[in-house]
T-cell receptor, first 114, second 109 residues
Framework: IAGITQAPTSQILAAGRRMTLRCTQDMRHNAMYWYRQDLGLGLRLIHYSNTAGTTGKGEVPDGYSVSRANTDDFPLTLASAVPSQTSVYFCASSAGGQGSDTQYFGPGTRLTVL | GQNIDQPTEMTATEGAIVQINCTYQTSGFNGLFWYQQHAGEAPTFLSYNVLDGLEEKGRFSSFLSRSKGYSYLLLKELQMKDSASYLC??????????WGAGTKLIIKP
């Protein structure tokens, strides 16, 4: 069982280009999340999905979009990348219950926008 | 507003004990999580507290005081592999996690 996979591992992107970060989980978790992690800051939630077919905005959604067509996949798209989107991006999933709903993280994508 | 505070960096000696503190302010409260993150890797789950008191898991223990908005992670018999960042996160009334910036723990021989 792989858990959560993310692709690509790293990417250097020219400003203005479109980019999709891929995330797939095989744990049949209902909920999925996208975070960005920047030096000196905590993980910040970009978008989330509580179940297939639904999505919601997190703390820093501007410039990003997501879709959740099925349980397993939760891609994150940057429509027109800007240098401030340089960050490490983590996808996570959880069973989707309440309370002690532990989130499990993918290995991350390191994105540099020039 | 919602806020999680924890020290930026701590140093400890191999074999010793270290306590990493975390204070939290969340809109509603559904528990406090601790994660470990080694450099260049993903965060991994360590512990969850929702009731006051101490939860022990081997060399790691986590404590919660809801009335004080305070938690700590206690690491005993430190090993070099414990060198990592430790992330504190509070779960708010919407079951979303609010994350601290992490405490980088440096273990010296």
């Amino acid at each position: 069982i792989a858990g959560i996979t993310q692709a690509p591992t790293s990417q250097i992107l020219a400003a203005g280009r479109r980019m999709t970060l891929r995330c797939t989980q095989d744990m049949r978790h209902n909920a999925m999340y996208w975070y960005r992690q920047d030096l000196g800051l905590g993980l910040r939630l970009i978008h989330y999905s509580n179940t297939a077919g639904t999505t919601g905005k997190g703390e820093v959604p501007d410039g990003y979009s997501v879709s959740r067509a099925n349980t397993d996949d939760f891609p994150l798209t940057l429509a027109s990348a800007v240098p401030s989107q340089t960050s490490v991006y983590f996808c996570a999933s959880s069973a989707g219950g309440q309370g002690s709903d532990t989130q499990y993280f993918g290995p991350g994508t390191r994105l540099t926008v020039l | 507003g919602q806020n999680i505070d924890q020290p930026t960096e701590m140093t400890a000696t191999e074999g010793a004990i270290v306590q990493i503190n975390c204070t939290y302010q969340t809109s509603g409260f559904n528990g406090l999580f601790w994660y470990q993150q080694h450099a260049g890797e993903a965060p991994t789950f360590l512990s969850y507290n929702v009731l006051d008191g101490l939860e022990e898991k081997g060399r790691f223990s986590s404590f919660l005081s809801r009335s004080k908005g305070y938690s700590y992670l206690l690491l005993k018999e430190l090993q070099m592999k414990d060198s990592a960042s430790y992330l504190c996160a509070g779960m708010d009334s919407n079951y979303q996690l609010i994350w601290g910036a992490g405490t980088k723990l440096i273990i010296k021989p």
